[in-house]
């Protein structure tokens, strides 16, 4: 009998997208081949502390979250320098990382440097891909610079933000201008603007999420068209979809996403001309291999009135929820759930392979022999 792959699931964070998360983390352990992977679960608080396997076994069961945390808090010395990673130490052995952490913690690169300090294989992309793709003002100058078409924006910050004012954004921007924290997901923080009085609360808002604010020009009412990337070296495309929201909703905001989305219609794959599906997918994969990403994305996409697209953003661990596209938009390429989910496990082996192949060289340096040093006056 082949032995198992002992697989560590690691989901929740302390971001804004943790309950999201913990939706994702239910639907992956379900598909999982049991005969496959000894799974462990290990939950992120919304503090930042890592649960153990039975503690978060318990909040994966449906026992009330809060009361859990304050149960395992009770006997943790979070004083300690490395209380929030001290539940990995019950780990005598794991084989691959599972993260299921979206936005914070889980997106930025944050927990991939941690996988690579335990030399661990794992799902997704490395550090430096994480961070670019997680940063949608980076992301944006890496698109410019590789020539992939995304819409103007201008970067506030608190320090410059005196600088622009509705009248110089909407000359620079147009008079539809969407506000967003620069390192966030799920739509969090979000607004549409139209005039100076909502540019000032979206402002107001948006910082309380990050100190990097992007406003965006906006399209109006265009066609939202996403895709799933898959792959290592050589990714490939699944067939699109696209997210239809109520007229009477102004974006495809958190509560179309995660609340309600009973309004909402999910096109899987989409009909569009054939020209603009395959320059669509072209932007996108050329845009995984620009911003260096492995294993698995969404990308999304803004697609105007004259069907000129134009990337959104590219998410690096998406949601695996029950309305969450990038398995949906597999399913309908021919890869079902159970199946995507092995690929993603065997890609993250691979690359772990490959970069463990990488040589550092180290010299001893002997005496050391310093020059003459020549202070001028």
Do not use: C
Not at 321 to 342: A, H, K
Request: hydrophobic residues 40%; without cysteine; charged residues 25%.
């Amino acid at each position: 009998m082949t032995k198992k792959l002992r697989v560590a699931l690691l989901f929740g964070g302390n971001s804004s997208e943790h309950d999201v998360s913990k939706r994702s983390a239910h639907n992956i352990y379900d598909a999982m081949d049991k005969d496959k992977y000894d799974v462990s679960l290990f939950m992120f608080t919304k503090d930042g502390i890592l649960l153990d396997n039975a503690y978060s076994q318990r909040i994966f069961d449906g026992e009330p979250e809060d009361q859990v945390v304050a149960d395992a808090y009770q006997h943790m010395d979070l004083d300690r320098p490395l209380a929030p990673i001290m539940a990995l130490n019950e780990l005598e052995a794991v084989d691959f990382f599972y993260p299921v952490i979206h936005g914070n913690l889980g997106e930025d690169g944050t927990i991939q440097g941690l996988f690579k300090l335990l030399k661990k294989p794992y799902v997704g992309s490395g550090i430096s891909a994480s961070a670019l793709s997680f940063d949608k003002d980076l992301t944006k100058k890496m698109l410019n610079e590789a020539g992939i078409r995304n819409t103007p924006y201008v970067l506030l910050t608190p320090e410059n933000q005196a600088e622009y004012s509705w009248g110089r954004l909407e000359e620079e921007l147009g008079n539809l201008i969407f506000i967003k924290p620069a390192r966030q997901g799920s739509s969090v923080g979000i607004h549409r603007v139209t005039n100076a009085e909502e540019y000032a609360a979206a402002l107001k808002d948006a910082f309380k999420y990050d100190f990097k604010v992007l406003a965006e020009k906006g399209l109006d009412r265009p066609q939202e068209i996403e895709i799933s990337i898959l792959g290592n070296e050589h990714p490939v495309a699944s067939k699109l979809g696209a997210v239809r929201v109520p007229e009477s909703d102004p974006f495809y905001d958190y509560e179309n996403k995660f609340v309600d989305a009973s309004g909402v219609v999910f096109e899987l794959p989409v009909k569009l001309p054939q020209y603009l599906t395959d320059e669509i997918t072209e932007m996108a994969l050329k845009a995984y291999r620009v911003l260096g990403m492995k294993g698995l994305s969404r990308i999304d996409f803004l697609v105007d009135s004259n069907n000129i697209p134009y990337l959104s953003e590219p998410n690096t661990l998406p949601g695996f929820t029950n309305i969450s596209l990038y398995p949906q938009m597999w399913e309908v390429s021919g890869i079902s759930y159970s199946d995507l989910i092995d690929r993603l496990i065997e890609l993250g082996l691979a690359e772990f392979k490959r970069n463990s192949q990488i040589k550092y060289d180290f010299r001893e340096l002997g005496t050391e022999h310093v020059g003459q040093k020549k202070y001028n006056d």
